[in-house]
């Protein structure tokens, strides 16, 4: 599944968990990337990601806990 993050829309983000989360959620996102990938989301930038399948509704459930916007890309 394809993921387009829009947006963080939490009062204080965490940098340390939206990054962890990417890496996790990622199949193609090692621990540097998605440090790079969250400095990107958090100035206001769209980010795309390739999530792995098999977990697609705790993805999207962590995601959202994170206060993170996305749309679904297929």
């Not at 940098?15 to 100035?43: H, P, Q, Y």
Request: charged share 25%; proline share 1%.
């Amino acid at each position: 599944m394809n993921l387009n993050l829009l947006s963080c829309v939490a009062q204080k983000p965490d940098r340390r968990a939206i990054a962890s989360c990417i890496s996790e959620i990622s199949s193609n996102i090692n621990e540097s990337k998605a440090n790079l990938l969250t400095d990107i989301l958090l100035e206001g930038d769209q980010v795309a990601i390739e999530t792995k399948a098999k977990n697609s509704g705790s993805t999207l459930r962590a995601l959202r806990k994170l206060s993170i916007d996305y749309e679904i890309i297929e």
